[in-house]
């Protein structure tokens, strides 16, 4: 467990990593099309893992119709999906609880975790009036101080668990917004690892997932960004080796709103009553960028000329 998959002659390894939590709309699909071709071209490896973690919003049928719908538009993976194809799997986070739960136990005996009793409400009673962007920084209401010695262990039936956070800068390039300093006492402040309810945490099961995976890229949406630092700093405290980081504009509609999977227009559901996917991939490589001429293309049409994603604030479709 303490070292990552090695991957053979340094292949570049991408993956997409959809919460089955709805169709995929045209934003997803560009995750998924820069993430593929980032990888393709340089003859990399592409993983398909499914992030349902949160049993209540993830269903397997979403995660059928991903898998169909990724396959339809020539997004094929290498390794990965429903099938457990390939030897890092399970490929479902549902069903990889063991791994967390060594990295947590790792983490706990590191003295680096504790046991919180806050509900939602309380954190949000007790945040700072700025924080006007909807992101809950935590108090540390329930910090312990002094932090505990090594080899510390709780119990921690009915109450989140969480990690200290330290009060300094992590400084990281992302590929396409270049370089970053986040301090997460004032970003997050200390984040959950693992919930009241024994829900993993995202911040923790991505890490773990693509470390344990040999992930050497991770293409995603710009909201995630700042998630970076969160992952990289328990990257540094398992000794991973940490990817390289490149997040995408998102997607918006023409209400200047970012693409949800409820905006039914752009939802696979909808495009594919209307159109091929040559149409679907030839039209987003154009809104894009990627091609300088809205033509029916395939994915692998664009390996030819994909060079690099060119930064740009949103996209409007
Ligand atoms: N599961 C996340 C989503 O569907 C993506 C997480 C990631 O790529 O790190 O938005």
């Given at each position: 467990m303490n070292n990552t998959t090695k991957t053979d002659n340094n292949t570049p390894v991408g993956r997409y990593a959809p919460s089955p939590s709805g169709r995929m709309h045209l934003g997803n699909i560009y995750a998924a099309l820069i993430s593929w071709l980032s990888v393709k071209t340089r003859r990399?490896?592409?993983?398909?893992?499914?992030?349902?973690?949160?049993p209540q919003r993830s269903r397997h049928e979403y995660a059928r119709l991903i898998e169909d719908d990724l396959q339809w538009l020539g997004l094929s993976w290498d390794e990965g999906g429903?099938?457990?194809?390939?030897?890092?799997?399970?490929?479902?986070?549902?069903?990889?609880?063991?791994?967390?739960?060594?990295?947590?136990?790792?983490?706990?005996?590191?003295?680096l975790t504790y046991p919180c009793h806050c509900r939602r409400s309380d954190i949000l009673s007790t945040q700072a009036p700025h924080q006007s962007d909807g992101r809950v920084v935590y108090a540390g209401t329930c910090r312990p101080a002094p932090r505990p010695p090594f080899n510390t262990s709780y119990d921690t039936q009915g109450c989140s668990t969480r990690i200290y956070v330290p009060d300094r800068d992590i400084l990281f390039t992302d590929k396409v917004y270049g370089q970053q300093s986040v301090n997460l006492a004032h970003h997050c402040g200390d984040f959950i690892l693992r919930r009241a309810d024994g829900a993993w945490a995202y911040q923790l099961a991505v890490v773990v997932d693509d470390a344990l995976m040999g992930v050497t890229e991770v293409v995603r949406g710009n909201d995630l960004l700042l998630s970076s630092a969160q992952q990289i700093?328990?990257?540094?405290?398992?000794?991973?080796?940490?990817?390289?980081?490149?997040?995408?504009?998102?997607?918006?509609?023409?209400?200047?709103?970012?693409?949800?999977?409820?905006?039914?227009?752009?939802?696979?559901?909808?495009?594919?009553?209307k159109h091929s996917p040559e149409r679907i991939i030839g039209h987003l490589a154009y809104l894009t960028r990627l091609t300088d001429h809205d033509e029916d293309c395939t994915p692998t049409d664009l390996l030819t000329t994909f060079n690099t994603i060119r930064p740009l604030h949103s996209i409007t479709v």
């Open positions: 990399g490896r592409w993983i398909l893992r499914i992030e349902d973690l949160d429903l099938d457990n194809i390939g030897k890092h799997g399970p490929y479902c986070q549902s069903l990889r609880s063991h791994f967390y739960d060594q990295i947590l136990t790792r983490l706990t005996s590191m003295g700093y328990l990257y540094e405290l398992l000794g991973y080796n940490i990817p390289q980081w490149c997040h995408i504009p998102l997607l918006v509609n023409k209400a200047g709103q970012r693409l949800s999977k409820r905006d039914g227009a752009m939802s696979m559901e909808e495009l594919r009553k």
